[in-house]
């Protein structure tokens, strides 16, 4: 993807070698190309990976390290180099600048002068290359307050209204380990699960990562729970940081559907997200269960504030709780009411086809193309929205079906 930076590093001392990769694998706007121990290869591994940055570290043999900034400055002037140093000294910066450094970071190294330094190094080769520069992937959440909610109904169907955009490329990751089924709502037999993901990640390029997921029909990317049991086991929470990191840099939205279990992973997922969407009923039991949430989220630096309350099957006559006693209950407005229509959700699920394609008239699609729009895109006045409509492009596509009777 054009706003992730393909990077290769060299530095003979293994040890900050690894500290400056654990620092990479964390920013999800990096790709980390190759990693060498020697100058003197370093120059032919910049010419076969051809990365965007090269970082040198150059404590080890500073002369040495000058010339390969020079061989590589030469070569390959298409990479950046950005050199890491101990040394604070002017003499030494102003000979590794006119060796053809960019960049000149001083150890210990600051994870800010880092992400500070790439970005200066992205914002040149955007505007060298006059490219309009991508926005971030925007990252959905959503969990439930008790199993049977419409957690997956939901992160399907908002999926596959994402993806009916040509603009955007989607990815859904179903994190319930244990009874995900996401696979269930898309009629889909995926060759490569979650687990096959993790424990190959750090060998994985971006075209090697959409060939390992699931593609629909309607676009959106898959990226299912593991087929045994036992495989969850194996998927550690630095394998998910990663797996997050090189979704986020690959597709412009990632939807990420969590277990009821409220697990480390699930709970990295929405530290990852730009919204958490709260799935509720209203009945007693799911809301009792909010509060529990609410007052767990309410510990977790900067989690509150992302928390959406979503009602499912709003509407339905069996005696529920008003949307007034609700509020009261949990202390939070309700972001978003989906009208009960279980029928038609059951109809789309078995047969394995998305809303918008099964049932595009139907208020239940209306609502969730709507919910979708208010999260992920970008206010329309009701003039825009008709437009859209007419243009026949994207979500709008769908919109003239919402207005028929």
């Given at each position: 993807m054009s706003n992730v930076?393909?990077?290769?590093?060299v530095d003979p001392s293994d040890s900050s070698r690894d500290a400056l990769k654990s620092t990479l694998l964390g920013l999800d706007k990096v790709w980390l190309e190759a990693e060498c121990s020697r100058y003197e290869f370093f120059a032919d591994v910049v010419a076969q990976?051809?990365?965007d940055i090269g970082i040198v570290a150059i404590d080890a043999d500073v002369e040495k390290s000058l010339r390969l900034l020079e061989q590589v400055a030469t070569n390959s002037p298409e990479c950046a180099i950005l050199v890491l140093s101990g040394s604070t000294d002017g003499s030494l910066i102003l000979k590794a600048m006119r060796a053809g450094a960019k960049e000149y970071l001083t150890k210990p190294l600051r994870l800010e002068d880092m992400?500070?330094?790439l970005d200066r190094i992205g914002d040149r080769r955007t505007g060298a290359r006059g490219e309009t520069k991508r926005a971030s992937c925007t990252v959905v959440a959503i969990a439930g307050t008790t199993g049977g909610v419409g957690t997956t109904s939901l992160a399907v169907n908002m999926g596959c209204v994402l993806a009916a955009d040509?603009?955007?490329s989607v990815v859904l990751v179903d994190l319930d380990m244990c009874l995900g089924d996401a696979d269930v709502f898309l009629d889909t037999i995926p060759d490569y699960t979650l687990a096959d993901v993790s424990q190959n990640v750090s060998r994985l390029d971006f075209s090697l990562l959409k060939r390992s997921l699931t593609k629909h029909s309607s676009g959106l990317y898959l990226l299912p729970r593991p087929v045994q049991l036992e495989d969850s086991r194996h998927i550690t929470l630095e394998d998910m940081q990663r797996v997050f990191g090189l979704l986020k840099a690959t597709f412009t939205h990632m939807i990420l559907d969590l277990s009821k279990g409220y697990s480390e992973i699930d709970m990295l997922a929405m530290e990852s997200a730009n919204h958490v969407l709260l799935v509720t009923q209203m009945d007693l039991p799911c809301l009792r269960n909010m509060v529990r949430l609410m007052m767990s989220f309410n510990e977790v630096s900067n989690l509150?504030?992302?928390v959406k309350v979503v009602v499912n099957r709003a509407g339905l006559d069996n005696g529920q709780i008003s949307l007034k006693k609700a509020q009261e209950?949990?202390?939070r407005e309700i972001f978003w009411q989906i009208p009960n229509d279980y029928?038609?959700?059951?109809?789309?699920r078995n047969?394995?086809?998305p809303l918008i394609e099964q049932a595009p008239r139907s208020p239940l699609t209306q609502s969730i193309v709507q919910l979708t729009e208010a999260l992920c895109g970008v206010p329309k006045t009701a003039e825009e929205t008709a437009a859209a409509a007419k243009s026949g492009n994207g979500i709008g596509k769908w919109l003239p079906f919402f207005n028929k009777k």
């Open positions: 930076l393909r990077i290769a590093i990976t051809h990365p992400v500070s330094a040509p603009k955007n509150k504030d992302k209950t949990v202390g029928r038609t959700m059951v109809e789309v047969n394995g086809v």
